[in-house]
């Protein structure tokens, strides 16, 4: 697993398929808006029925994870201010979660499934996005 930061914020943390150890795994750290873990498990493994109870978060930024099914992307850090920092390249069974700063994705081959997540509801781009 890779953290990336600038001004000791973290921008994005990489879980590559190779990464993957059994169990459950929080890949994020508690402190993080957003929250993304493994599982792990060998057959017959029973995990308890559960209703999540209503408890009010806040959320001040929207951000997101994405995982490749199939193909790769690119994925591009930005600062804060929309300066261009890094990037890197995520493939099948790789996944990416992007905190702080700016992000921008690359498809880099035909095909290639993307899933994301993130805390939502995504309202429209005037309220959500500034696109540079």
């Known amino acids: 697993m890779e953290v990336i930061k600038h001004e000791n914020q973290i921008l994005a943390i990489i879980y590559r398929d190779s990464d993957w150890t059994e169990g459950l795994n929080f ?3 508690n402190e993080l808006f957003i929250q993304v873990g493994t ?9 308890a029925s559960h209703v999540h109870k209503d ?7 929207t951000q997101e994870m994405t995982y490749v099914k199939r193909g790769s992307m690119r994925v591009l850090l930005y600062d804060n ?3 261009y ?5 995520i493939k099948e069974g790789d996944l990416a979660v ?3 700063g700016g992000h921008g994705y690359e498809i880099l081959e035909d095909g290639t499934q993307i899933i994301e997540a993130k805390n939502g509801p995504f309202i429209d781009v005037e309220t959500d996005k500034t696109k540079f």
Not at 39 to 47: A, F, H, S, T
Request: aromatic share 20%.
């Open 27 to 29: 890949i994020t750290p």
């Open 39 to 47: 599982w792990w498990y060998p057959e017959g493994k029973k995990l």
């Open 55 to 61: 408890f009010e978060r806040t959320a001040t930024r």
């Open 81 to 83: 201010n929309q300066n």
């Open 85 to 89: 920092l890094q990037d890197f390249i």
């Open 98 to 100: 992007v905190a702080y």
